[in-house]
């Protein structure tokens, strides 16, 4: 066997192995209920180049592929449906039998800016494409780039689907002051899971909810930093936890996750504009776990964040005079964040939606305590996202123990 036949069989393994990782789950949805275009799963050959490209795994979209040169291709890229926010997610994996130079036109047929592409041949470790590779052709983005035997995996935001995020949540489940369970499942049936962390029979609670948007990565990141942080061995955690409740359901769009969905459920909604007439599953599940235990015997809500990703890094809050419990507690934990991290540049937006039934606003609505989304900017360094949400969290910690110290002492 040559040098040449076992490197080609090496890398046909490891694309393999790779592929693997984002195998998507079979459809099993209830089809009367999905009312979006679900992108074809498939390979596209084009056999007298050598090139293939491929989308059979879980998450992002890549709708059509079209030679239009000798080595130019032409990617078209769908939402789910229209009209829709204009965040584009893409997903997709290059190779070709000798190696070689494309040209890639992303095509979107709905408004938006395809992000610049992260590549990884591993799936694993990702990089971004050079920006002197990344040219405007028009209206569309022009990517060019070097391929060969070894798959190259080529993504608007790196991945965070439904595999590393099962896997994080059964680890927390596990711990020892924790408890998990199923609250519904989505229309695809995936199980929408929530799990509680507390050392406490206290009825003090802390809501945390995400990924509402499948493209939204960050958020998921500053989401996990946010609970890591919660769930970790400081003392200060350690007294939250004797005082407090934190109820997490991290993943309440799984179906648009698995799809590669810019926005939607399989329901063809935006489930963050669905807190008033529920009419999907995934936040009407959602929204009943909460209530039900802010109803419970003595309960008391403190919190509720849901996490997001947008363009910059800002916070979606009440008023402060619009009254909540605890009081004044949004201004007390910006000004927290700020003189800790007197050099990260954010947002507070008092007024961002305020008409539209959100999750933020039925949380301020239903529950009384501030509603707040916490979003992250898209290209936010993954590692300032983690450090800035769990000094957040911490933050949060020592004002709602300070809060639960006060209301217990009179």
């Excluded at 939607?264 to 489930?271: E, P, V």
Aim: aromatic share 10%.
């Amino acid at each position: 066997m040559n040098t040449h036949t076992v490197f080609a069989r090496r890398n046909f393994i490891a694309g393999l192995l790779a592929a693997l990782a984002f195998l998507p789950l079979p459809h099993t949805g209830r089809a009367a209920e999905i009312k979006v275009e679900l992108q074809p799963r498939r390979t596209w050959d084009f056999p007298k180049v050598g090139v293939k490209f491929n989308n059979e795994f879980s998450g992002a979209r890549l709708n059509g592929v079209e030679q239009t040169g000798d080595h130019e291709f032409t990617l078209t890229i769908n939402p789910e449906n229209r009209p829709i926010n204009t965040s584009p997610w893409y997903a997709f994996q290059v190779g070709a039998a000798e190696k070689q130079t494309v040209s890639l036109k992303f095509h979107l047929t709905y408004r938006g800016t395809a992000a610049l592409p992260k590549l990884s041949h591993d799936g694993v470790n990702w990089t971004r494409l050079d920006t002197n590779a990344w040219m405007l052709a028009g209206t569309n983005r022009v990517a060019k780039l070097t391929i060969g035997p070894r798959p190259l995996w080529v993504f608007a935001h790196e991945p965070f689907g439904l595999k590393p995020l099962n896997a994080w949540m059964d680890a927390k489940a596990k711990l020892p002051f924790a408890r998990g369970k199923i609250i519904g499942e989505s229309i695809e049936h995936r199980p929408l899971r929530q799990f509680t962390l507390g050392e406490t029979a206290n009825a003090n609670f802390v809501f945390i909810i995400g990924r509402q948007h499948p493209p939204e990565i960050t958020g998921t990141i500053g989401l996990m930093s946010f609970v890591d942080t919660i769930a970790g061995d400081s003392q200060l955690a350690r007294n939250f936890r004797k005082q407090f409740q934190t109820v997490v359901i991290p993943l309440v769009n799984p179906d648009g996750v698995e799809h590669g969905h810019w926005r939607s459920t399989l329901g063809g909604l935006d489930s963050n504009r669905d807190w008033a007439k529920f009419t999907q599953p995934e936040p009407r599940a959602t929204s009943r776990a909460i209530s039900a235990l802010a109803k419970s015997p003595g309960a008391r809500a403190f919190l509720f964040v849901d996490f997001h990703s947008t363009g910059e890094d800002v916070f979606y809050t009440q008023k402060d005079d619009e009254p909540t419990f605890p009081k004044d507690f949004t201004k007390q934990w910006m000004a927290a964040i700020r003189a800790r991290f007197p050099d990260y540049k954010f947002k507070r937006d008092a007024g961002h939606n305020v008409s539209q039934p959100t999750s933020k606003h039925w949380a301020w609505t239903t529950l009384g305590c501030p509603g707040i989304t916490y979003e992250f900017g898209y290209n936010t360094d993954r590692a300032l996202v983690r450090k800035i949400s769990a000094g957040a969290a911490e933050e949060m910690m020592k004002l709602l123990l300070k809060e639960a110290g006060a209301s217990a002492g009179k």
